[in-house]
């Protein structure tokens, strides 16, 4: 039951007739988990506790460092060297008073995952590494928990929900980890971008916690802050071939190995077309030939792309690329490959 501050608090929100009494009394009741108090765990665990989430739970093993300040706005110089799950925690409690806070100062672990997950409705990951990434997904899959995923690296960001009232989980889109962990720490990132993935995220938790709007399950929202493109993806089902496919485009996915591709370069380079679909900034830094076109600017260059080639679309991980083959697929007519598991 909402006490009378908290009618005031929340009148705004609760004035939406989406919303309403109703879906402000569902966030109180919620309890979410969320793994991961950086980039993007700080803006959601503010607006959430905003908005009147009534119970969260943080996990992250680290500390504040200075290196943090410019984008995980939460916390400020004094924290430094502080653990960052209690320090959200005492900061979110002044944010909010009737939000419910609980700290956990320790690694997200196979051994304590599903002890920890098990008391929270929704679990949103915030990490930052693929072995906690698929850790999360598998322990919400086993308890049969929703999952909020956000990720981002440079200028690009990611949102997905995944095992949603039966939804494609999170080895639907990446089946197997990649060879390299690639983070912020090593590939950078624009300060603004966790800000605005996890508005979205935050965005995404409400609706799912009270039951309104379309949900981005089984869906894949990929955002580039650098040139202000958006796409959405569809998952394809776990019984179906591990593919992304776009709205409206239902074509699979051919995929070469780089031991392939070296083999066709060398029998008959004249017969086959490089795409490089990442942004030109990684081409310039690294690549192995051919064209730079981006992911989001191919629909605009199909003349640039010749019909009586092989086609091979690669990228760092074999994702974009996957995801450049079905925005092809049905307006190229041409033989499409994407490059597996990235150069």
């Known amino acids: 039951m909402l006490v009378k ?31 991961g108090a950086g980039g993007l765990g700080c803006p959601i665990l503010q607006y959430l506790a905003a908005a009147g989430v009534g119970e969260m739970g943080i996990v992250d093993d680290d500390v504040v460092e200075l290196s943090n300040l410019h984008r995980q706005i939460l916390y400020n110089h004094t924290d430094i060297g502080r653990p960052k799950a209690k320090v959200a925690a005492e900061k979110l409690a002044l944010l909010n008073p009737h939000v419910q806070l609980k700290a956990y100062h320790e690694r997200f672990t196979a051994e304590r995952a599903i002890h920890i997950c098990g008391d929270y409705d929704l679990v949103i990951d915030c990490s930052d590494n693929f072995s906690t990434r698929y850790l999360v997904n598998d322990t919400c899959v086993s308890l049969g928990k929703t999952l909020l995923f956000g990720s981002i690296l440079a200028f690009e960001g990611q949102v997905a929900v995944f095992n949603h009232e039966g939804g494609a989980n999170y080895r639907d889109l990446y089946p197997a980890p990649p060879t390299e962990n690639i983070n912020c720490a090593e590939g950078g990132v624009i300060g603004v971008l966790p800000g605005i993935v996890a508005l ?3 965005n995404e938790a409400i609706k799912i916690i009270c039951g309104i709007g379309e949900t981005l399950s089984g869906k894949l929202m990929t955002i580039n802050a ?53 942004e030109d900034y990684e081409h310039d830094e690294s690549n192995i030939g051919g064209v730079n076109i981006s992911l989001y600017a191919l629909t605009d260059a199909l003349e640039n792309i010749p019909k009586h080639k092989k086609v091979i679309c690669y990228c760092q991980t074999g994702q974009r690329s996957k995801m450049a083959v079905q925005v092809l697929n049905g307006i190229y007519e041409g033989e499409l490959f994407s490059l597996k598991g990235g150069f």
């Open 5 to 35: 501050e908290e009618l005031n608090r929340y009148n705004r929100q609760m004035i939406l007739p989406e919303l309403g009494l109703a879906g402000q009394e569902k966030l109180k009741a919620a309890k979410v988990l969320i793994i």
């Open 200 to 202: 979205y995220m935050a």
């Open 226 to 278: 650098l040139n202000n493109t958006m796409m959405v993806f569809n998952i394809a089902p776990e019984k179906q071939p591990q593919t992304i496919k776009p709205e409206m485009v239902h074509h699979q996915i051919k995929e070469i190995d780089k031991a392939l591709l070296d083999q066709w370069l060398s029998a008959a380079a004249d017969e086959v077309f490089l795409i490089d679909v990442r």
